[in-house]
């Protein structure tokens, strides 16, 4: 069964300072990996997915096969980035099921 | 288009007792996945339904059930509630089975007392 693991609760930064937030995944095929945020009374909405190899918000993020990763990056963390950031995992097989990290809390201090 | 829309937004219910939750997707969407989510347990994945069928089921138990209507809409059920079933049910939708992005309503927020 395929695993999302995001090791950091909570990542409390300066504005203007970079951000990184990890995700390392199990799952032994190729799946499709994606970043959903939660701004404060807001839903869930997606960020970016790997397979678009995009940028949003500034935000970046690289899926590492070797390494089994999806951290996602933003060089100047600014204080709107405060939010909930969620990584999740789909396989194809699986129709739109969506395996969810346990999230990680931004807070962006002025 | 519209969003996704759920209802009831709020619900109390007593242990033992059923309840019944809706969701309606954007507008042309097929595909209509449910996620419980708690402060323990995070988000997880309930099912899926597709053109009228249950396309996905996650690891819950059969309390948990859910339909779809030709109109593309949901609705979950759970029976026999239990206090541990208190959480916000958030459902989903995508165009087909192979989405790209899901589009998620607001959720519904279960208290079990």
């Known amino acids: 069964a395929q695993r999302v693991t995001q090791p950091e609760k909570l990542l409390s930064v300066f504005k203007g300072a970079p951000v990184e937030l990890k995700c390392n995944y199990s799952?032994?095929?190729?799946?499709?990996l994606f970043w959903y945020v939660q701004y404060s009374r807001q839903r869930l909405q997606l960020l970016l997915r790997?397979?678009s190899r995009e940028s949003i918000k500034g935000f970046t993020a690289d899926l590492n096969k070797g390494e089994t990763s999806f951290h996602l990056k933003k060089p100047f963390a600014q204080e709107e980035d405060s939010a909930m950031y969620y990584c999740?995992?789909?396989?194809?097989?699986?129709?739109?099921?969506?395996?969810f990290g346990g999230g990680t809390r931004v807070l962006v201090k002025p | 288009k519209a969003g996704v829309t759920q209802t009831p937004r709020y619900l109390i219910k007593t242990r033992g007792q059923q309840v019944t939750l809706s969701c309606s997707p954007i507008?042309?969407?097929?595909?209509v996945s449910w996620y419980q989510q708690t402060p323990g347990q995070g988000l997880q994945f309930l099912f899926e339904?597709?053109?009228?069928?249950?396309?996905n089921k996650g690891n819950f138990p059969g309390r948990f059930s859910g339909r779809q209507f030709s109109n593309s809409r949901s609705e979950m059920n759970v029976s026999t509630l239990e206090l541990g079933d208190s959480a916000l049910y958030l459902c989903?939708?995508?165009?087909?089975?192979?989405?790209?992005?899901?589009?998620f309503g607001p959720g519904t927020r279960l208290t079990v007392t």
């Open positions: 507008s042309g969407h097929r595909s």
């Open positions: 339904y597709f053109s009228e069928t249950q396309r």
């Open positions: 989903a939708s995508s165009p087909g089975l192979a989405g790209l992005e899901q589009y």
């Open positions: 799952y032994s095929g190729s799946p499709e």
């Open positions: 999740a995992l789909k396989v194809k097989a699986a129709g739109n099921k969506l395996t």
């Open positions: 790997h397979i």
